[in-house]
């Protein structure tokens, strides 16, 4: 069975810079595609960054150019670094192993459990 557990997370001001963890175990992530999805309170979750086992990545458009997200398959962990935070940031943040879709070029959710996540808070 896949476990993801997520860490990293904090009180952080607006501005500021958090990197986020994810280990998986049970499961190499060696040939899978990686996710970064966050969901704030009273929304839905939302898919914040993928990367693809060839390491492409691509972001949602909210993140783009603060949001970098990394893999080591040595550690079997992915890597968010997040900087220029905002108050909109604040969010459970949560990785997934899924599937990258090679004709649009992105992430896609796959059918592992979700961690249970790391409280991203950025107070203005």
């Known amino acids: 069975q896949v476990q993801l557990v997520e860490s990293g997370g904090g009180l952080v001001q607006a501005g500021g810079s958090l990197r986020l963890s994810c280990v998986v175990s049970g499961s190499t992530i060696w040939l899978a595609a990686m996710g970064w999805y966050r969901q704030a309170p009273g929304k839905p979750r939302e898919l914040v960054a993928g990367i693809s086992r060839d390491y492409i990545t691509k972001y949602a458009d909210s993140v783009k150019g603060r949001f970098f997200i990394s893999r080591d398959n040595t550690k079997n962990t992915v890597y968010l670094q997040m900087n220029s935070l905002r108050p909109e940031d604040t969010a459970v943040y949560y990785c997934?192993?899924?599937?990258?879709?090679?004709?649009?070029?992105?992430?896609?959710?796959?059918?592992?459990?979700w961690g249970q996540g790391t409280q991203v808070t950025v107070s203005s």
């Open positions: 997934n192993q899924g599937v990258w879709d090679a004709k649009s070029g992105s992430y896609r959710q796959g059918p592992s459990s």
